[in-house]
């Protein structure tokens, strides 16, 4: 099993560009989320699904979309870049929900916006 | 609003010693604590998961306590060695995970 793997591993993006981080799990989990990690600070969650079709906001969603077609896939989409969003980003998953089961995460995206 | 703070913020300890990192909560109304590793450049894996009901869980040379009364959980490494050297996360569960910040571990050979 390849676990959670997250594409691309680094980005620099100019302000007002778009792009999506891509998120794949091959564990078959229902539950899928997002995070973002800044210096010196916890993970904070930004979308998380609890199965395909079905996504909800987390702490702090603004700027960023989600979209969640299938079990394996949970790509983030931001829009329109800005310099707050620079940081690494972390995609989880887990079998059961309300972290009753261990979070598996990917290795993260480094995204940087200038 | 829970709050989750880890202190030390970082830690240096000569490898073979025993060493205990703390986690404090200030809800103490949570379902489950977790502590994680994260490994430079790397993501998070999952060490070890307390239930509200448990006291304690332990892994091979890792064991995590929880006291929610006093919203506190420690981590204790027995005989550390140079490849315990991470950043250790500990998060608790309120219909989502809450990190703290984290402690910076370093053990030196």
């Known amino acids: 099993n390849a676990g959670v793997t997250q594409t691309p591993k680094f980005r620099i993006l100019k302000i007002g560009q778009s792009m999506t981080l891509q998120c794949t799990q091959d564990m078959n989990h229902n539950y899928m989320y997002w995070y973002r990690q800044d210096p010196g600070m916890g993970l904070k969650l930004i979308y998380y699904?609890?199965?395909?079709?079905?996504?909800d906001k987390g702490e702090v969603p603004n700027g960023y979309n989600v979209s969640r077609s299938t079990t394996e896939d949970f790509p983030l989409r931001l829009e329109l870049a800005a310099p707050s969003q620079t940081s690494v980003y972390f995609c989880a998953s887990s079998y059961i929900g309300l972290g009753n089961s261990p979070l598996h995460f990917g290795n993260g995206t480094r995204l940087t916006v200038t | 609003k829970q709050e989750v703070t880890q202190i030390p913020a970082a830690l240096s300890v000569p490898e073979g010693e025993n060493l205990v990192l703390n986690c404090s909560f200030t809800?103490?109304?949570?379902?489950?604590l977790q502590w994680f590793r994260q490994d430079p450049g790397k993501g998070l894996t999952s060490l070890l998961l307390i239930q509200s009901s448990q006291r304690e869980q332990t892994s091979g040379r890792l064991n995590a306590s929880l006291d929610k009364s006093s919203g506190r959980s420690t981590l204790y490494i027995a005989a550390s060695q140079p490849g315990d050297s991470a950043t250790y996360l500990c998060?608790?569960?309120?219909?989502?995970?809450?990190f703290g910040q984290g402690t910076e571990l370093s053990v030196k050979p």
């Open positions: 699904s609890v199965g395909a079709g079905i996504t």
């Open positions: 809800d103490s109304a949570i379902y489950n």
């Open positions: 998060a608790v569960s309120q219909g989502k995970l809450i």
